[in-house]
């Protein structure tokens, strides 16, 4: 991928340096040659610790393992992170790292894309010096990483020689970066310095960081870690503590910025490059010898190093498992503690995911300003009235994670959170949540943990919305086998096993095929079929019903145009359309690209809808239903009465049609037969003038009920079953109006 061109800001005061006839070797790797340029004329003539530079160059990673293999003394390694590939770079750290060995050479990552590699996976595996974004090195800032980076290299290079002191102060600057956070850090550098100069492990450390006070000397400094009688002192401000002889020895280290030594104590002065001050004290004298000085400022070099890589982390782990938005942990954070829980194996832990009923049309109405908001007052209400006994993290979105023990997270008590409304602004805001919720014991880690939640959470969304839902085995196995059915129907559809049958649809009152609906079938590899009741709400839940039915319009559509001209009179052709489907942006263009294709035109088309699309935003729908009936397009509610109806909501929107479900005319053939709903659905049609079709009509019985109460027009196995299209054709040409038919209505038998 390639990176923009590096370029360096003039800087005034850039620092003079000692002249020497020695050259210190920097090698660039970069795949853009501006890079190289701009790096040599930035700092080309500059003296680096009293030394000029010489540069070598590499223009990708194995280039630059070649030259690395040969050219030895290398003093800083400029690596831009991505190059040939996104993890070129790193790559080549563990390689010069690890194959090659080479741990004296100094290495500074540069990206011109920040986000593209893992800064603290990469400063915490391996030894890299500094981590900058080529947009803030500015020549001076260049040179000042570079220093940092040489002199750092120029001393590892001086213990090799002399060996004195070497392991040690590896080991200490090796133990220290890894270290997360000023206060592990602090407590690290006491055990370190402590060993390397042989005292008692008795001290402690003053932090000040880069945003502390200006007054006093004083002011700012704060004890960050302590030990041995010093332990009382911790997290006290230096001018609290009531020891003026410590409590001097640490101004007079801050102000002259130096090692100051007596003869019961010895103080030592850090600095960061991000002006952080550290000023550790350790209640023993030590004897300076000549020796011990290059030793401590060796340390010192590492330990600036290791104090701006904690800074850095720090910083990389307050975005890492910080929700910034409710102020607290995050999904990461969240995970991190039941991995703690699970280490400890403690009994009786649960984990709950929570999840704000309908939140995204509430987002939607309101704004994401006010979402926002409310999602901040669901996490304050959280904290303040369950945090003090659990683990609670802000997961994504609307969704919250409660960990802790069951008792103190039963369904009830985590659902009476939300019984009184959230006040934003001048507006209350009424809110129900949904509960998934998996236990630890016996789980091997928090990511199948946190899966198991969230199986539950989406299966109480489904079912039990407002509800509760715990994990069980029989979810895993059915989520199991849902993903299998959903590779199975993308791998069926793309190799064509799916394809479309059609069911006549007869006039009750002649007895003539008045149009077909087309419906999608499913048979695969091992020639079984799988019922449209099972892939169809899978294709719905993962989008690919659009794909789906983009491909029915069109393939119905076709057959409705032949149809059209075999019969030489129009046939309707009706296919069903999901909610999803019909919410889609590009549905009213997928509609004008199947008739265009089929060259049908829009009257020969029938959508089915299912009265849960009608309960959508009822503006928006009535809205596209008119412009679809505007173009010609007929609409028929599908499976009516079997969902939630609303009257109101029928009379409003333009549709042509209702139809009785077939679980309604199965009851027609009972003895007498239960005729109460459909009777009530033909009285409705015919009252808002709407043509009612009945499906799965079966016996001749019921065709004479429907055609007595003027039901227009009705479908099932009486007729036909569902027909291929070879079949379609052939049934068509032996097809004859029943008997029946040639009777006027009568009473039913």
Same mark, same amino acid.
């Given at each position: 991928?390639?990176?923009?061109?590096?370029?360096?800001?003039?800087?005034?005061?850039?620092?003079?340096?000692?002249?020497?006839?020695?050259?210190?070797?920097?090698?660039?790797?970069?795949?853009?040659?501006?890079?190289?340029?701009?790096?040599?004329?930035?700092?080309?003539?500059?003296?680096?610790?009293?030394?000029?530079?010489?540069?070598?160059?590499?223009?990708?990673?194995?280039?630059?393992?070649?030259?690395?293999?040969?050219?030895?003394?290398?003093?800083?390694?400029?690596?831009?992170?991505?190059?040939?590939?996104?993890?070129?770079?790193?790559?080549?750290?563990?390689?010069?790292?690890?194959?090659?060995?080479?741990?004296?050479?100094?290495?500074?990552?540069?990206?011109?894309?920040?986000?593209?590699?893992?800064?603290?996976?990469?400063?915490?595996?391996?030894?890299?010096?500094?981590?900058?974004?080529?947009?803030?090195? +500015?020549?001076?800032?260049?040179?000042?990483?570079?220093?940092?980076?040489?002199?750092?290299?120029?001393?590892?290079?001086?213990?090799?020689?002399?060996?004195?002191?070497?392991?040690?102060?590896?080991?200490?600057?090796?133990?220290?970066?890894?270290?997360?956070?000023?206060?592990?850090?602090?407590?690290?550098?006491?055990?370190?310095?402590?060993?390397?100069?042989?005292?008692?492990?008795?001290?402690?450390?003053?932090?000040?960081?880069?945003?502390?006070?200006?007054?006093?000397?004083?002011?700012?400094?704060?004890?960050?870690?302590?030990?041995?009688?010093?332990?009382?002192?911790?997290?006290?401000?230096?001018?609290?503590?009531?020891?003026?002889?410590?409590?001097?020895?640490?101004?007079?280290?801050?102000?002259?910025?130096?090692?100051?030594?007596?003869?019961?104590?010895?103080?030592?002065?850090?600095?960061?490059?991000?002006?952080?001050?550290?000023?550790?004290?350790?209640?023993?004298?030590?004897?300076?010898?000549?020796?011990?000085?290059?030793?401590?400022?060796?340390?010192?070099?590492?330990?600036?190093?290791?104090?701006?890589?904690?800074?850095?982390?720090?910083?990389?782990?307050?975005?890492?498992?910080?929700?910034?938005?409710?102020?607290?942990?995050?999904?990461?954070?969240?995970?991190?503690?039941?991995?703690?829980?699970?280490?400890?194996?403690?009994?009786?832990?649960?984990?709950?995911?929570?999840?704000?009923?309908?939140?995204?049309?509430?987002?939607? +109405?309101?704004?994401?300003?006010?979402?926002?908001?409310?999602?901040?007052?669901?996490?304050?209400?959280?904290?303040?009235?369950?945090?003090?006994?659990?683990?609670?993290?802000?997961?994504?979105?609307?969704?919250?994670?409660?960990?802790?023990?069951?008792?103190?997270?039963?369904?009830?008590?985590?659902?009476?959170?939300?019984?009184?409304?959230?006040?934003?602004?001048?507006?209350?805001?009424?809110?129900?949540?949904?509960?998934?919720?998996?236990?630890?014991?016996?789980?091997?880690?928090?990511?199948?943990?946190?899966?198991?939640?969230?199986?539950?959470?989406?299966?109480?969304?489904?079912?039990?919305?407002?509800?509760?839902?715990?994990?069980?085995?029989?979810?895993?196995?059915?989520?199991?086998?849902?993903?299998?059915?959903?590779?199975?129907?993308?791998?069926?559809?793309?190799?064509?096993?799916?394809?479309?049958?059609?069911?006549? $649809?007869?006039?009750?009152?002649?007895?003539?095929?008045?149009?077909?609906?087309?419906?999608?079938?499913? $048979?695969?590899?091992?020639?079984?079929?799988?019922?449209?009741?099972?892939?169809?709400?899978?294709?719905?839940?993962?989008?690919?019903?659009?794909?789906?039915?983009?491909?029915?319009?069109?393939?119905?559509?076709?057959?409705?145009?032949?149809?059209?001209?075999?019969?030489?009179?129009?046939?309707?052709?009706?296919?069903?359309?999901?909610?999803?489907?019909?919410?889609?942006?590009?549905?009213?263009?997928?509609?004008?690209?199947?008739?265009?294709?089929?060259?049908?035109?829009?009257?020969?088309?029938?959508?089915?809808?299912?009265?849960?699309?009608?309960?959508?935003?009822?503006?928006?729908?009535?809205?596209?239903?008119?412009?679809?009936?505007?173009?010609?397009?007929?609409?028929?509610?599908?499976?009516?009465?079997?969902?939630?109806?609303?009257?109101?909501?029928?009379?409003?929107?333009?549709?042509?049609?209702?139809?009785?479900?077939?679980?309604?005319?199965?009851?027609?053939?009972?003895?007498?037969?239960?005729?109460?709903?459909?009777?009530?659905?033909?009285?409705?049609?015919?009252?808002?003038?709407?043509?009612?079709?009945?499906?799965?009509?079966?016996?001749?019985?019921?065709?004479?009920?429907?055609?007595?109460?003027?039901?227009?027009?009705?479908?099932?196995?009486?007729?036909?079953?569902?027909?291929?299209?070879?079949?379609?054709?052939?049934?068509?040409?032996?097809?004859?109006?029943?008997?029946?038919?040639?009777?006027?209505?009568?009473?039913?038998?």
């Amino acid at each position: 991928m390639t990176e923009k061109p590096m370029f360096f800001a003039e800087e005034q005061d850039a620092p003079a340096l000692d002249p020497s006839s020695q050259r210190w070797r920097i090698l660039i790797i970069d795949d853009e040659r501006d890079v190289h340029e701009a790096t040599e004329l930035a700092i080309g003539r500059e003296r680096v610790c009293g030394r000029p530079i010489e540069f070598l160059h590499a223009y990708n990673a194995l280039q630059a393992s070649e030259l690395l293999r040969t050219q030895h003394d290398i003093a800083v390694i400029l690596l831009d992170v991505v190059m040939e590939s996104e993890s070129a770079g790193l790559e080549l750290v563990r390689i010069i790292r690890e194959e090659l060995s080479i741990q004296a050479s100094r290495i500074v990552l540069r990206t011109g894309q920040p986000g593209y590699a893992p800064e603290l996976e990469a400063i915490t595996r391996y030894e890299i010096n500094d981590y900058k974004s080529k947009s803030e090195l +500015t020549r001076n800032k260049l040179v000042t990483s570079l220093t940092t980076a040489i002199r750092s290299y120029a001393q590892i290079r001086a213990l090799e020689i002399s060996k004195k002191g070497l392991e040690t102060i590896i080991r200490a600057s090796r133990a220290l970066i890894y270290l997360h956070g000023y206060q592990e850090f602090a407590n690290g550098l006491i055990i370190q310095l402590t060993g390397l100069l042989g005292v008692h492990e008795e001290g402690l450390v003053c932090a000040k960081r880069k945003e502390g006070h200006e007054g006093n000397a004083e002011e700012g400094f704060k004890v960050i870690a302590a030990a041995g009688k010093c332990h009382a002192l911790i997290d006290q401000d230096l001018g609290q503590i009531d020891n003026p002889r410590l409590v001097n020895a640490i101004i007079e280290a801050a102000q002259s910025k130096q090692f100051t030594f007596s003869a019961d104590y010895t103080c030592l002065y850090f600095e960061a490059p991000d002006q952080s001050e550290l000023v550790v004290y350790l209640a023993s004298g030590i004897e300076v010898a000549p020796e011990l000085i290059p030793l401590l400022e060796m340390f010192s070099t590492n330990i600036a190093a290791c104090m701006d890589n904690v800074a850095l982390l720090e910083r990389q782990h307050i975005f890492a498992y910080h929700d910034a938005l409710c102020d607290l942990p995050n999904r990461l954070s969240f995970l991190q503690s039941i991995d703690d829980y699970l280490k400890r194996n403690t009994a009786g832990l649960v984990a709950v995911l929570i999840d704000i009923d309908h939140f995204s049309q509430l987002n939607d +109405t309101l704004g994401t300003e006010t979402g926002d908001e409310i999602i901040r007052a669901v996490g304050q209400r959280l904290k303040e009235q369950m945090g003090h006994h659990l683990c609670l993290a802000r997961i994504s979105g609307d969704s919250f994670g409660l960990l802790g023990l069951g008792s103190n997270l039963s369904p009830m008590l985590v659902k009476g959170v939300f019984e009184y409304p959230f006040c934003i602004g001048d507006h209350s805001h009424t809110l129900s949540i949904t509960q998934g919720r998996a236990a630890l014991m016996g789980q091997r880690s928090s990511a199948d943990v946190l899966a198991q939640a969230s199986m539950a959470l989406k299966r109480a969304k489904l079912t039990l919305r407002g509800g509760s839902q715990e994990f069980h085995a029989d979810l895993l196995k059915e989520t199991e086998n849902r993903v299998q059915l959903l590779q199975n129907l993308r791998r069926s559809f793309s190799e064509e096993r799916l394809y479309m049958v059609y069911q006549p $649809k007869i006039e009750l009152t002649t007895g003539a095929v008045s149009g077909f609906e087309a419906l999608m079938r499913w $048979k695969r590899e091992d020639g079984q079929f799988v019922p449209p009741l099972e892939f169809i709400p899978i294709a719905e839940s993962s989008g690919m019903i659009v794909a789906l039915g983009e491909w029915a319009l069109r393939t119905a559509l076709i057959e409705a145009v032949l149809l059209t001209k075999r019969l030489k009179q129009p046939i309707t052709m009706a296919v069903n359309v999901s909610v999803v489907q019909f919410a889609h942006p590009g549905f009213r263009q997928v509609l004008s690209s199947a008739l265009e294709a089929a060259d049908a035109t829009p009257d020969l088309l029938e959508l089915e809808v299912t009265e849960s699309v009608a309960m959508q935003d009822i503006s928006k729908v009535r809205s596209q239903l008119e412009a679809l009936r505007d173009l010609g397009i007929r609409i028929s509610i599908d499976d009516f009465g079997t969902g939630f109806s609303s009257l109101t909501y029928l009379e409003n929107l333009p549709v042509n049609a209702l139809k009785i479900d077939k679980s309604f005319v199965d009851r027609l053939r009972e003895t007498p037969p239960e005729d109460r709903i459909p009777e009530t659905i033909l009285h409705l049609g015919h009252v808002l003038k709407l043509e009612v079709i009945a499906e799965g009509v079966e016996t001749e019985a019921q065709v004479h009920w429907l055609r007595n109460r003027n039901c227009q027009q009705a479908q099932g196995y009486f007729f036909s079953p569902p027909l291929t299209r070879d079949q379609l054709y052939h049934w068509l040409t032996d097809y004859q109006v029943a008997d029946l038919f040639k009777q006027p209505p009568g009473d039913p038998l």
